[in-house]
C-alpha cells in the first residue's frame, strides 16, 4: 500500500513511516506498536530521542519479520568521529535488539565541530561491515554535502531537513535530488502548530473530503519527499496513513508551495549545537 522509493544504494525505502520523536520513553513501544498494527513498516528514531529501546521492544513482539521493516537511527552531536559514530550505532543496535538498521544519518551536521568528513568515513565502514544497510545525513546544506562529496568517496543517500509548507525548501531539495540524495522531510506537517489552520489547506481539504494534514502529507509524497508524521493519538496514526488513495491536482500543490514563508520550527543547521 506505500510506495517505496529506491535509494542511490539500491536500497528501498518506504515513502511513508512513523517518527517518534518526543515520546515518551515508557511509551514508545505501545505507540510503535499502534502505527504497526496500522501497517507503518518504516520506523524514523534517534540516539537523542531516548526511546530507541521503546522501538526495539515494540519490533520485537509485533511479530513482523524484519526484512518487512525500516528502522531509521541516527547518531548523536556528541559522536562526531570515526570511531564514536561505528561505537555508538553498536550502542543503538543494542537498545534496538537488531542486527543491524536499515538506515545510519549523521543527525547535524555540527560545523563547529567540523569532524563531520571524518565522521562520516566511520559511516562508511559501519555499513561496510553490515551494521546498517544505508548512510545518509540530516539537517546538511549544500557546503556541507559538497566537503562529503570531495573528501569521501559515498554520495549520502538521503538527507533528512526540514521541510513543510512554511518551509518548501525548494533549493535544498533541488540540490539533492540532482545528486541522487533522497528527501526526508522532517516536522512534515509544522508539528501541527498554526500550519494545519491556514485556509489554503482548508479549502482544498473541504473540497477532497481529506483533513488538512492529509492534504500537506499527499503534497510531500508528490514532491517526492519521505515523510513520517508523529502521533500519540491513535485516530491521527491512521488518518496519516490514508493518503495513497487521492490525489492532488498540480494547481492544488502550486498553491501549497505558494504557502512558503522560510520560516523554521527547528534550529538553522549552522547554529545547532
Ligand atoms: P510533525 O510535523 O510530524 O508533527 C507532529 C505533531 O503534529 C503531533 O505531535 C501532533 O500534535 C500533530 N499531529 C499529528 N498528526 C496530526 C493530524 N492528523 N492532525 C492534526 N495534528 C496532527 O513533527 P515532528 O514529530 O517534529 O516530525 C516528525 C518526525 O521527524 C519526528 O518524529 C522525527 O522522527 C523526525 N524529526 C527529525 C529531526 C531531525 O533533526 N532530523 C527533527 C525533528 C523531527
Do not use: C
Request: no cysteine; hydrophobic share 35%.
Amino acid at each position: 500500500m506505500v510506495p517505496t522509493i529506491k535509494l542511490n544504494d539500491g536500497v528501498e525505502i518506504p515513502q511513508l513511516g512513523f517518527g517518534v520523536f518526543q515520546i515518551e520513553p515508557g511509551q514508545t513501544s505501545d505507540k510503535v506498536k499502534a502505527a504497526l498494527n496500522t501497517g507503518y513498516r518504516h520506523i524514523d528514531t534517534a540516539q537523542m530521542y531516548g526511546n530507541e529501546e521503546g522501538v526495539g521492544r515494540a519490533i520485537a513482539e509485533s511479530g513482523i519479520p524484519r526484512d518487512e521493516l525500516f528502522v531509521t537511527t541516527k547518531l548523536n552531536n556528541d559522536g562526531h568521529s570515526h570511531d564514536d559514530a561505528i561505537k555508538k550505532l553498536d550502542e543503538s543496535l543494542d537498545r534496538l535488539g537488531l542486527d543491524h538498521v536499515d538506515l545510519y544519518l549523521i543527525h547535524w551536521p555540527q560545523p563547529k565541530q567540523d569532524r563531520y568528513v571524518e565522521t562520516w568515513q566511520g559511516f562508511e565502514d559501519a555499513k561496510k561491515a553490515g551494521r546498517t544497510r544505508s548512510i545518509g545525513v540530516s539537517n546538511f546544506n549544500p557546503e556541507h554535502l559538497a566537503r562529503l562529496a570531495v573528501e569521501t568517496s559515498t554520495v549520502p543517500s538521503v538527507n533528512q531537513i526540514e521541510v513543510h509548507p512554511h518551509l518548501i525548501q525548494a533549493a535544498l531539495r533541488d540540490y539533492n535530488s540532482r545528486h541522487g540524495i533522497a528527501t526526508e522531510a522532517w516536522s512534515p506537517i509544522g508539528q501541527g502548530k498554526g500550519l494545519l489552520e491556514e485556509q489554503t489547506l482548508a479549502t482544498i481539504a473541504q473540497r477532497l473530503g481529506r483533513s488538512p494534514a492529509q492534504v500537506v502529507l499527499r503534497w510531500h509524497i508528490q514532491h517526492g519527499n519521505i515523510v513520517f508524521p508523529k502521533s500519540n493519538t491513535l485516530s491521527r496514526v491512521q488518518e496519516n496513513f490514508q493518503i495513497f488513495d487521492f490525489e492532488l491536482t498540480g494547481d492544488d500543490v502550486a498553491a501549497i508551495d505558494r504557502m512558503n514563508a522560510d520560516r523554521r520550527i527547528g534550529a538553522d543547521p549552522n547554529d545547532a549545537g
